[in-house]
């Protein structure tokens, strides 16, 4: 697998070979949703509650008597079929709502995302990404000579200081390490920006 260079102006002057065991697999379709889904999953918080008809705020009167008011007999203003009542199945504060997923089907995810861009053109290489100063506009700047402003994964293999600062306050754009590649940011932006370090710090990590 062949994967193109850019220099500052954004032109492609070489190509780059990239590992065919993290960019040359087939695509599994279910294997990516499935890991794409257990991660959205594992980053929820159990932090919703809501009060069952133990704990809403109500009184103990029976409402009506029993029989002879021709209306349906009723014990609790706390019933869940009562406006106010409690809820019949509450979400509880300690909601788990993680998904297992085992490493070896998360990485190959990954190198499946990995194949995907690649076959799709949307993946290239840079010989390293780095601003003189933290300024946005210099970042922008750089951005759009490369030709990937409208929407870009920068990955790198040590975030420097002045690209995060740069970059943070451009929508669109955003600047990880390697380590923290995750599905839902490689199928989210349009384009991936990966530096010739982190190339082979993901041959180490997935290949």
């Known amino acids: 697998m062949e994967l193109k260079l850019l220099n500052d102006q954004g032109q492609s002057t070489a190509t780059i070979a990239a590992p065919e065991t993290v960019f040359g697999r087939d695509f599994n379709e279910a294997l990516v949703h499935q890991v794409v ?10 932090n919703r509650a809501q009060k069952d008809r133990g704990t809403v705020k109500h009184s103990t009167k029976k409402p009506w008597r029993q029989k002879g008011t021709g209306r349906a007999r009723s014990g609790m203003t706390s019933s869940p079929i009562w406006r106010g009542g409690g809820r019949a199945f509450p979400n509880s504060p300690d909601e788990n709502f993680s998904h297992k997923v085992n490493k070896k089907m998360y990485r190959a995810g990954l190198r499946a995302i990995f194949s995907q861009l690649a076959r799709e053109d949307r993946i290239a290489v840079v010989e390293a990404f780095a601003l003189e100063a933290p300024k946005t506009k210099l970042a922008a700047a750089k951005l759009k000579d490369l030709g990937v402003s409208d929407s870009v994964l ?29 599905p839902l940011s490689l199928i989210h932006y349009k384009n ?8 082979a710090q993901l041959e180490e990590m997935l290949g």
């Open 37 to 46: 889904v257990a991660f959205q999953a594992n980053a929820r918080m159990g």
């Open 154 to 182: 920068i990955i790198t293999d040590a975030l420097d200081e002045n690209v995060y600062l740069a970059t943070r306050n451009l929508p669109n754009v955003a600047v990880i390490e390697t380590r923290y590649a995750d």
């Open 192 to 199: 991936v920006l990966i530096t010739k370090p982190a190339m």
